[in-house]
C-alpha cells in the first residue's frame, strides 16, 4: 500500500482538513458575530449576529439556507435572535439565523447602504460555510424590521425565497402585476391602528397585483404577539418543507378555509384569498 503524502514538516495534511472540520462542526448551535464596515454616520461598522444550526456540518452544507431576522427599531442581532425563538425552526431546517444591528441612518431602506452591507454579511457567510451561493434567503421582521423584510424583498426580490413582517408601518405600493411571486405573511395587532390599517390595505392591493400573502390579525396592540411569531414559524417551516401547490384556501373576511377546489373557495375574491399548501398550516390560522 502506498503511504499517504506528508508536508516538509512530517505531518498529514488530511489531518488538518479533518480537525478544521471539527472545529466547524463544533460550533454549531452556537451564536457568532462579525462586524461589516459602512459609510454611514452611525454604523461606521455593524455587526452582524450569526446563529449556526445544531448539528451542522461542512460535507452537507449545500443543503443549507440563510434567513435574515431583522429586529425592533436599533435592536442589537442578540436580542432579536433570542426574542423570535427561530432556533427549533431553524435546527429542522437547516437554517443559519443572521441578525444585522443596525440603528438608525434610515437603515429600513435599502438602497441607501444597508442593502449593501446585508449582502456583503450573507456573502461573507456562504462563503465561509460553503453555502450554495444561488440559495435564496428568507427575510422575517417586527415594526422597523417589517418594514426592512418588506423593502429589502422589493429592492432584490430574486434572492428571496419567503419572507414576513409583523407591525409594519412603512410598505412598498405595487402598480404592476407580478408572476411568480415568493410568498409571504403578514400579521399586525388591531390596536396598533395605523399599522394595522396600512398592513390591510397592502395586503389587498398586492394580492390584486399578483401577490401571494397569509394575513392575519390579533386583538393586541403593537409589541410582539406570540401567537403571530407561532404562526410565522410554522408559514416558514411550511415553505421549507416544499409543498408549493395550492389545497386549501381562507378567507380573510370569514377566517375559515376550504379546499381549493370547493364552490367556497372559488367565492372568495381575490383580495381576500389565502392559500395554503400545507392542511395543519391552515387549521392554525383558523383557530387563532
Known amino acids: 500500500m502506498g503511504r499517504r503524502s506528508k508536508n516538509k514538516t512530517g505531518e498529514n495534511p488530511m489531518m488538518f482538513l479533518l480537525i478544521f472540520m471539527t472545529l466547524l462542526s463544533a460550533s454549531a448551535g452556537e451564536i457568532t458575530s462579525f462586524n461589516i464596515p459602512t459609510k454611514a454616520p452611525q454604523n461606521k461598522t455593524v455587526k452582524m449576529v450569526l446563529r449556526i444550526p445544531t448539528g451542522f456540518s461542512p460535507k452537507d452544507a449545500k443543503n443549507y439556507r440563510i434567513m435574515v431576522l431583522f429586529g425592533g427599531r436599533n435592536w442589537?442581532?442578540?436580542?432579536?435572535?433570542?426574542?423570535?425563538?427561530?432556533?427549533?425552526?431553524?435546527?429542522?431546517?437547516?437554517?443559519?439565523?443572521?441578525s444585522p444591528s443596525f440603528k438608525n441612518d434610515s437603515y429600513w431602506e435599502p438602497k441607501k447602504w444597508s442593502g449593501k452591507a446585508l449582502l456583503q454579511a450573507i456573502n461573507?457567510?456562504?462563503?465561509?460555510?460553503?453555502?450554495?451561493?444561488?440559495s435564496q434567503v428568507l427575510y422575517f421582521g417586527y415594526s422597523a424590521g417589517a418594514q426592512c423584510a418588506a423593502l429589502f424583498y422589493r429592492w432584490k426580490?430574486?434572492?428571496?425565497?419567503?419572507?414576513?413582517?409583523?407591525?409594519?408601518?412603512?410598505?412598498?405600493?405595487?402598480?404592476?402585476?407580478?408572476?411568480?411571486?415568493?410568498?409571504?405573511?403578514?400579521?399586525?395587532?388591531?390596536?396598533?391602528?395605523?399599522?394595522?390599517l396600512l398592513s390591510k390595505r397592502f395586503v389587498r392591493t398586492a394580492r390584486e397585483h399578483g401577490y401571494s400573502i397569509i394575513?392575519?390579525?390579533?386583538?393586541?396592540?403593537?409589541g410582539l404577539s406570540l401567537?403571530?411569531?407561532?404562526?410565522?414559524?410554522?408559514?416558514?417551516?411550511?415553505?421549507?418543507?416544499?409543498?408549493?401547490?395550492?389545497?386549501?384556501?381562507?378567507?380573510?373576511?370569514?377566517?375559515n378555509f376550504y379546499p381549493v377546489h370547493s364552490k367556497n373557495a372559488r367565492n372568495i375574491e381575490i383580495?381576500?384569498?389565502?392559500?395554503?399548501?400545507n392542511l395543519n398550516f391552515a387549521k392554525q390560522w383558523e383557530k387563532q
Not at 435572535?81 to 437547516?94: G, Q, R, S, T
Not at 394575513?215 to 403593537?222: A, D, I, K, Q
Not at 383580495?271 to 399548501?277: A, W
Request: hydrophobic share 35%; aromatic share 16%.
Open 76 to 98: 442589537p442581532g442578540d436580542k432579536t435572535i433570542k426574542a423570535y425563538n427561530f432556533v427549533k425552526m431553524a435546527d429542522e431546517h437547516n437554517i443559519f439565523l443572521l
Open 124 to 134: 461573507r457567510i456562504k462563503n465561509k460555510y460553503k453555502i450554495n451561493p444561488n
Open 157 to 196: 426580490p430574486k434572492i428571496v425565497k419567503a419572507w414576513g413582517a409583523y407591525a409594519c408601518g412603512v410598505w412598498f405600493w405595487p402598480k404592476k402585476q407580478v408572476k411568480n411571486a415568493v410568498p409571504a405573511i403578514i400579521t399586525c395587532g388591531e390596536d396598533d391602528m395605523q399599522r394595522y
Open 215 to 222: 394575513w392575519r390579525s390579533y386583538p393586541v396592540g403593537h
Open 227 to 255: 401567537k403571530a411569531l407561532d404562526l410565522t414559524r410554522s408559514f416558514f417551516a411550511s415553505v421549507l418543507s416544499g409543498q408549493f401547490e395550492t389545497k386549501y384556501v381562507g378567507d380573510d373576511q370569514e377566517m
Open 271 to 277: 383580495e381576500y384569498r389565502n392559500n395554503f399548501s
